[in-house]
């Protein structure tokens, strides 16, 4: 399993108390499917965004990326990861305003520590893959948003994550451009084998989603955490890397 939510808690301080963002919750997400999380405002799905992505730590539970426990990790070890196997598309495109849109690319792999001489011909190849190849020497101002959100999502590609963390990209777009940028989610997930999670509102698209678990006040049903380790490709790999970080078991329980 290439991201394993396992039964996991999150609070926030709320006046005298603690708010309960995440009740337990359980996700996994095999390589190369997607899975769309839905629900209504404050229900919890950027949390569960944020922890997946290492970016916040959960009270309690596990996050399993690629094999390996990232409740483990310590805060150097887990910016390493988050650059080397997880993509993150936010809501807005946040580019940088001076460079082109290969640039835009390019830049992570320098982040990464990895600019070497096929990164221009990387940058190129996935801006052909999301429908943008005769854009390479544009600036973001030259661009559409959905042009935007597109380059957006191919940067998060840049570094072949294992997992790929999507925060409502159609929020945006028109009903067309949005329904665009799902098909194209779809085919990359298939193509480049990431572990994709879509948070959205959007419904009009879920059918072609190969999961959507529904958040409501904090817990997550219909995630595939409530299926048996053995029924789901992939599971075996996850308990082996969840085990040998010394973790236990790698089947989730938390979404019933
Ligand atoms: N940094 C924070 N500090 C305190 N409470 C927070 C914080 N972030 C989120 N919350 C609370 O946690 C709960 C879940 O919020 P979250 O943003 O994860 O929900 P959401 O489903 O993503 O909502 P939306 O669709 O509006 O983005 C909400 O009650 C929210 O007010």
Do not use: C
Not at 52 to 71: F, K, Q, Y
Not at 90 to 102: I, K, M, V
Not at 178 to 185: F, I, N, P, S, T
Request: charged residues 20%; without cysteine; proline residues 5%.
């Amino acid at each position: 399993m290439t991201l394993l939510v396992h039964d996991v808690t999150l609070t926030y301080p709320d006046g005298e108390s603690r708010l309960t963002a995440l009740d337990a919750v359980g996700l996994e997400v095999p390589a190369g499917t997607l899975t769309a999380v839905i629900g209504p405002s404050g229900s919890g799905k950027s949390s569960l965004l944020a922890v997946a992505a290492t970016l916040v730590t959960p009270d309690s539970g596990r996050v399993v990326v690629a094999g390996e426990d990232t409740t483990r990790l310590g805060p150097a070890e887990k910016s390493a990861l988050r650059r080397e196997k997880i993509g993150i598309v936010f809501q807005q495109p946040n580019l940088l305003a001076s460079l082109t849109a290969a640039e835009q690319l390019q830049v992570m792999a320098h982040v990464a520590g990895r600019p070497t001489k096929a990164v221009r011909g990387r940058a190129l190849e996935l801006l052909d893959a999301v429908g943008l190849a005769d854009k390479a020497d544009k600036r973001p101002h030259q661009l559409s948003g959905g042009q935007r959100q597109r380059i957006n999502i191919a940067r998060a590609l840049m570094n072949e994550p294992a997992v790929l963390l999507v925060d409502e990209p159609t929020s945006a777009l028109d009903h067309e451009r949005g329904a665009a940028v799902l098909d194209l989610l779809v085919t990359l997930t298939r193509e480049r084998s990431t572990a994709t999670v879509l948070v959205t509102h959007d419904h009009a698209h879920l059918e072609r989603m190969d999961r959507t678990a529904t958040m409501a006040d904090g817990r997550l049903t219909g995630a595939g955490a409530d299926a048996p380790a053995d029924t789901v490709p992939g599971a075996q790999d996850a308990a082996g890397g969840a085990q040998r970080a010394g973790a236990g078991t790698a089947r989730a329980e938390g979404a019933r």
